[in-house]
T-cell receptor, first 112, second 115 residues
Framework: GDSVTQMEGPVTLSEEAFLTINCTYT??????LFWYVQYPGEGLQLLLK?????DKGSNKGFEATYRKETTSFHLEKGSVQVSDSAVYFC???????????FGTGTRLQVFP | NAGVTQTPKFQVLKTGQSMTLQCAQD?????MYWYRQDPGMGLRLIYY???????DKGEVPNGYNVSRLNKREFSLRLESAAPSQTSVYFC??????????????FGAGTRLSVL
């Protein structure tokens, strides 16, 4: 079945460092891909998405490119801030289905 | 703009007690979902409802029941709580149209402890 694999955390960075969180997926069709973020004590909220190969999703300085050849959707940010400390979830949704499949989440901790 | 509202925010139960987690959305979404979040396991789908009047099992439905009361409300019931059901529960909703895809909006969660 479909699945999402994320790098394990926590990822610990200093402010202004470059961030990469790896995400790879397994799917039978052509899924849409998502990154969700969960701040402490809150629910998940959509960070960015991409719906087809080579699409780049971006939001709040974060970017991820849908790579069909490597089945990946890695999250990047050029300069992280303390306020980016959160748990990040990669997810996929097969075309015309009602469900999201989530990775296990990666905790990011940014120190000043 | 409330979005997805869950009640209660916190709950402590004794083994064998029952309770219902409430969820309501004000975005006129067709699809609604219940997830549980456990450390190291991400979010796992318990039940979902693609439209008013329909419900389907997700990955981990055992020990739970759901009711899609109307388009706005989707409740999750634990008939006889067990310690293994200690978790954080999230409700979500989605328009799930071809135009916007399956973007889900989440509530703030219910933190449940079963002693």
């Amino acid at each position: 079945g479909d699945s999402v694999t994320q790098m394990e955390g926590p990822v610990t960075l200093s402010e202004e460092a470059f961030l990469t969180i790896n995400c790879t997926y397994t799917a039978t069709g052509y899924p849409s891909l998502f990154w969700y973020v969960q701040y402490p004590g809150e629910g998940l909220q959509l960070l960015l998405k991409a719906t087809k190969a080579d699409d780049k999703g971006s939001n709040k300085g974060f970017e991820a490119t849908y790579r069909k050849e490597t089945t990946s959707f890695h999250l990047e940010k050029g300069s992280v801030q303390v306020s980016d400390s959160a748990v990040y979830f990669c997810a996929l949704s097969e075309y015309n289905t009602d469900k999201l499949i989530f990775g296990t989440g990666t905790r990011l901790q940014v120190f000043p | 703009n409330a979005g997805v509202t869950q009640t209660p925010k916190f709950q402590v139960l004794k083994t064998g007690q029952s309770m219902t987690l409430q969820c309501a959305q004000d975005m006129n979404h067709n699809s609604m979902y219940w997830y549980r979040q456990d450390p190291g396991m991400g979010l796992r789908l318990i039940y979902y409802s693609a439209s008013e009047g329909t419900t389907d099992k997700g990955e981990v439905p055992n020990g739970y029941n759901v009711s899609r009361l109307n388009k706005r409300e989707f409740s999750l019931r634990l008939e006889s709580a067990a310690p293994s059901q200690t978790s954080v529960y999230f409700c979500a909703s989605s328009e799930n149209s071809l135009a916007v895809g399956n973007i889900q909006y989440f509530g703030a969660g219910t933190r449940l402890s079963v002693l």
